[in-house]
């Protein structure tokens, strides 16, 4: 029976391998292991479905009876049972909307545990000479970010702890970034972060919203400004963070502010004095 099974197995690892499948989730069951079983079901069939602990997939927690979802996965058999199943690596909400209630959802949570409270935000320092600064290394936001603070304060200095922006693990991603910036920045080797990325959809910005990255920022001991995509996009980073910009551009307008500003007031006292030097 072993090796019958065995056998099935491998024929199924190698033939079909692995794959997308579209669904909605049912007999949902989350272990004490971390480890998490649900079927995938549409009108005609179904399949059991396993996520393991140690596999990082975003919207994990998302995961429900009668969320419709696309899961990729590698379809092998249980040769416990003799049932084959999908071990999922991969998942995507079907629709915004899913998205939207999710957001909804861990903002209300979040706010009621006081992580938005304007209470707790701190100043930004008005001078800082080094700033961390989570983002990709070769987005355009931090060719803005570097751009902006070139042109009004070249004496900052800037130190980048590359991280995803995006996709799968991003989130966790950028929290460890923070985390690293953290350890780099005691002893008043830094004065601040930003978490910054450019432009994109609701879903390019998802893991902005993950309540993962959003506790990395609350409990950061260095201020934190966020600066995720335009104007009008808002984030759950943004609400628990000490500032928000609207551009990366805008957030290295921010931070050098304080010296364009004193700078600008040494001109005007300069012009004055000599004014009145020529007055006398």
Known sequence: MGELTGRIRGMLEQQIGRVWVAGEVSNFRAQGSGH????????????????????????????????????Q??????????QYQLVVCAVELQGVGALQVAFEKLKQKLAAEGLFAPDRKRPLPKFPERIGVATSPTGAAIRDVVHVVRRRNPSLEIVLAP?????????????????????????GRLHLILVTRGGGSFEDLWAFNEETLARAIFESALPVISA????????????????????????????????????RFLSQCGQRMRQLFRQQ
């Open 163 to 187: 991280c995803r922006v995006q996709g799968d693990g991003a989130a966790r991603d950028i929290a460890s970034a923070i985390h690293l910036l953290n350890e780099f920045g005691k002893n």
């Open 36 to 71: 998490i079983y649900f079927t995938l079901k549409d009108a005609y069939a179904q399949i059991p479905c396993v996520l393991f602990r140690t596999e990082p997939v975003s919207h994990r927690e998302l995961i429900a009876d009668g969320q419709k979802l696309v899961a």
């Open 73 to 82: 996965g590698d379809v092998t058999v249980y040769e416990a049972r003799g």
């Open 228 to 263: 995720v995509g335009h104007e009008i996009d808002f984030t759950i980073a943004d609400f628990v963070a000490d500032a928000r910009a609207a551009t990366p551009s805008a957030a290295a307008e921010i931070i050098t502010e304080g010296f364009v500003s004193s700078c």
